[in-house]
């Protein structure tokens, strides 16, 4: 292990897998498999579209069915589940998945780049017999979080437990097309291996930090990838990786913070299939698909009146948090169900689950060709409307949406808290005299036409006025 891990006063010290703020992670159908089964767990799983189900043997299992033939079976160790939960019926497997987590995500994205840190050289084309070293404080430090004491002692007990419980996880490849080494060509008929892991804890060791007054003990993983490396990282070179932004692993992993934690499976899941599919600078995706995708689409019976509304405000606010992040550039948002629109009506939930959203690669403009005829489209038809008044809530909001900015941004570049942003856009709250200079001061930097308190809709893309009858066009300012 010389070289890989480095002594320094009883503690170690990893090389970063995340230089310049970016890793790699091993990149392909049985990782993409991995991470959608743990994002379909949780306590909601028993409700989810396309998740978790029991098989004809009483075994819980999630299946991940190739595109050219092919499945991926993914189910708990029932040893793992005895050792937690005493008993292995199908219940107590229910109570192991539902113990998965964001964290849990986090933890295996920690281990994949760690096993791909750039520092490691060629040693990463032999991962099965190269076991490569992880502790739960790097995993914080990736994570973004610094905590001492207590709080940062059973912070690292919780980061060890969801590597035991990664441990806890099977996998079986049935006959899944891809490239086979030991025949030197891609294999139609498809490659197996059953009961194989994500990844082995080879060793663990327990060292002690800090002196005597401040001491601290961490535990060292040493973990080596499992056997499905031979096909998907290859023992002959680095193929298969692909790049992803250490922000996802800073997202917040709690399951109260809304927005945040479904920036981090957005970001997660598309970056995943942009490894695989390096030639392309845009994505389409189906809101419904994307969302079954990440374990936020429940079956209609666990939906209440109120779903649609609230993940319909997360998933715009998420969309736009990871444009700010540079995680995404250009977005198509789905014609007619753009972020702040007033196409809430009867139905709305539906046809919004139904439309397309267009994300592109940062520093990408979306080379879509649907995405393009859209965008021209909707600008031919904006032009040569009559100004709207700019005192109206419902513009400003329009303008921000239109620049693709989250609410706290904007707010924080007026001076003003998101709160009071937010009654002002939703015409609770009038705009002040003192507010309005603020705005058409922000609107002319944007490059937005003002006349006298008010702002043209040639200028002011998102607006559609036959979307929002309450809008006063030709209004005077």
Known sequence: MQGVIAARKGSFKLANAFPDGWGKIPNNPLVAAAIASLFKGGPGARGLMGGWTPDAEGRLTYRHLGKRGGQIVIYPDPAAVIARQNGSDIGKQWSFVEGFSPLTVDVLLAVLAQVCEPGLGNKSKFPMLAPVPITAGAILRYKGLR???????????????????????????????????????WNAKGVSVIGDRLFDIVDSRTYQSGGETR???????????????????????????????????????????????LAKKISLNTMVLWGAVRSRGSMERRIDHLLEDIGELPVLDARDSHWGGRVRDRFDEAILQLQEDGIFGHVE???????????????????????????????????????LHRKKKRRAARQ??????????????????????????????????????SQIENEKRSVSRGMLGRVAEWARANEYSVNTGAVTTASVHSLDTARDSRLAIGSKG
Not at 150 to 178: C, M, N, T, W, Y
Not at 395 to 421: D, K, P, T, W
């Open 147 to 185: 905590r001492w004491g207590s709080e940062g002692k059973q912070l690292r007990q919780r980061v060890d437990e969801e590597i035991l419980r990664l441990q806890g996880l099977r996998i079986d490849v049935h006959q899944f097309p891809a490239w086979d080494p030991g025949l030197n060509r």
């Open 215 to 261: 001491s601290r003990s961490e535990v060292v993983w040493l973990t080596r990838i499992g056997h499905w490396s031979q096909w998907w990282l290859n023992s002959q070179a680095k193929v298969w990786l692909g790049a992803v932004p250490q922000r996802i692993l800073e997202f917040d992993h709690r399951r109260n913070r809304g927005s945040a934690l």
């Open 333 to 371: 948002w789905p014609e007619g169900h753009e972020p702040g629109g007033a196409d809430r009506v009867k139905g709305w939930v539906e046809a919004w689950l139904a439309a397309k959203i267009v994300l592109t690669r940062p520093g990408v403009f979306g080379d879509n060709a649907i995405a």
């Open 384 to 421: 040569g409307k009559e100004p709207v008044e700019l005192k109206r809530g419902s513009v400003i909001r329009s303008m921000r949406m239109e620049r693709n900015i989250s609410q706290s941004r904007f707010a924080g570049e007026l001076g003003i808290s998101a709160a009071y942003l």
